[in-house]
Nanobody, 127 residues
Framework: QVQLVESGGGSVQSGGSLRLSCAAS????????VGWLRQAPGKGREGVAT???????NYEDSVTGRFTISRDNAKKMIYLQMSSLKPEDTAMYYC?????????????????????WGQGTQVTVSS
């Protein structure tokens, strides 16, 4: 059974930092695309960052330069280091995994849907 468990959320002031962690179990972790997504109150879920099995990362424009996604395949953990937090970063943050997408002769994090989700961890940034 696949399980993703997030931790590390909390309340911080604007400009502060948090590190989110996600523990994965029950899947062949290293061969998946993993990502962090968030959902703010009254808004849809949006992708924040992804990392593929080669360690290639992608970020949503608003977090580029402030957030860093990483993974430890041996420990089956993914992380989201968040710095220079802003009130607009306030949201429930989820980690998720999906199969790698194949196109142009390579595998990468593509437009396919996520297969597995964690329960989320709340991040609140006050001004």
């Amino acid at each position: 059974q696949v399980q993703l468990v997030e931790s590390g959320g909390g309340s911080v002031q604007s400009g502060g930092s948090l590190r989110l962690s996600c523990a994965a179990s029950g899947l062949t972790y290293s061969t998946y695309c993993v990502g962090w997504l968030r959902q703010a109150p009254g808004k849809g879920r949006e992708g924040v960052a992804t990392i593929d099995s080669s360690g290639i990362t992608n970020y949503e424009d608003s977090v580029t330069g402030r957030f860093t996604i990483s993974r430890d395949n041996a420990k089956k953990m993914i992380y989201l280091q968040m710095s220079s937090l802003k009130p607009e970063d306030t949201a429930m943050y989820y980690c998720a995994v999906k199969g790698l997408y194949y196109s142009g002769g390579r595998y990468f994090c593509g437009p396919n849907e996520y297969n597995y989700w964690g329960q989320g961890t709340q991040v609140t940034v006050s001004s």
